[in-house]
């Protein structure tokens, strides 16, 4: 299958600093991709879906002010939180796929994750 | 919009006995259905798929079968290892690449 790679793999913050996650497709054009997060032993909620070159689209209840979402290339997409608060400490995943709106292919791949602790 | 369930919680088997996990949706229009298998502090990983126009597929040891009329699918993972302790999540897609994720299954294989 195709890699998605999540960069850095962990992060430890100070309140009210912002800190950013990436996420490249190494081996293919991500024309979507997805940002979740994942609480302990919970499940995957999305958070928010991005295309390239345009504005992503934010789940319900997801702040798009604190979660700042950028989609530059069909190769990256990164995930910056604002401001962060304890609160904000999860684990953060993305997945890619590209596949357009005819391909019937709808797998996406999934990143390694980001452990973000804010202290 | 779609919702996803998921049974059970956790589960326990011996070495080489057969686990079992189960989901239902809610959305007739999801077609695509994948399993992933997470283990602590990484990403999902996809270990078997089904499309909406089949009804069982097989992976070795892994097989999924999926039941249209009464949206539910399951996983079944036969002659289980310890290896295969982990958490899986079943997942649906009605064709965005958008997927709703069931709320997992802690799998623990006991040696």
């Known amino acids: 299958g195709a890699v998605v790679s999540q960069h850095p793999s962990r992060v430890i913050c100070k309140s009210g600093t912002s800190v950013k996650i990436e996420c490249r497709s190494l081996?293919?054009?991500?024309?979507?991709m997805f940002w979740y997060r994942q609480f302990p032993k919970k499940s995957l909620m999305l958070m928010a879906t991005?295309?390239?070159?345009?504005?992503?689209?934010?789940e319900q209840g997801v702040e798009k002010d604190k979660f700042l979402i950028n989609h530059a290339s069909l190769t990256l997409s990164t995930l910056t939180v604002t401001s962060a608060h304890p609160e904000d400490s999860s684990f953060y995943i993305c997945?890619?796929?590209?596949?357009?709106?005819?391909?019937?292919?709808?797998?996406?791949?999934f990143g390694q994750g980001t452990r973000l602790t804010v202290v | 919009g779609e919702n996803v369930e998921q049974h059970p919680s956790t589960l326990s088997v011996q070495e080489g006995d057969s686990a079992v996990i189960k989901c239902t949706y809610s959305?007739?229009?999801?077609?695509?259905f994948p399993w992933y298998k997470q283990e602590l502090g990484k990403g999902p990983q996809l270990i078997i798929d089904?499309?909406?126009?089949?009804g069982e597929k097989k992976d070795q040891r892994i097989a999924v079968t999926l039941n249209k009329t009464a949206k539910h699918f399951s996983l079944h993972i036969t002659e289980t290892q310890p290896e295969d302790s982990a958490v899986y999540f079943c997942?649906?897609?009605?064709?965005?690449?958008?997927?709703?994720f069931g709320t997992g299954t802690r799998l623990k294989v006991l040696a």
């Open positions: 089904i499309r909406s126009n089949v």
């Open positions: 991005s295309n390239e070159g345009s504005k992503a689209t934010y």
């Open positions: 959305d007739s229009a999801s077609n695509y």
């Open positions: 997945s890619a796929s590209g596949a357009s709106s005819l391909d019937l292919n709808t797998e996406a791949f």
């Open positions: 997942a649906a897609s009605e064709g965005t690449y958008k997927y709703i």
């Open positions: 081996d293919f054009q991500a024309t979507t």
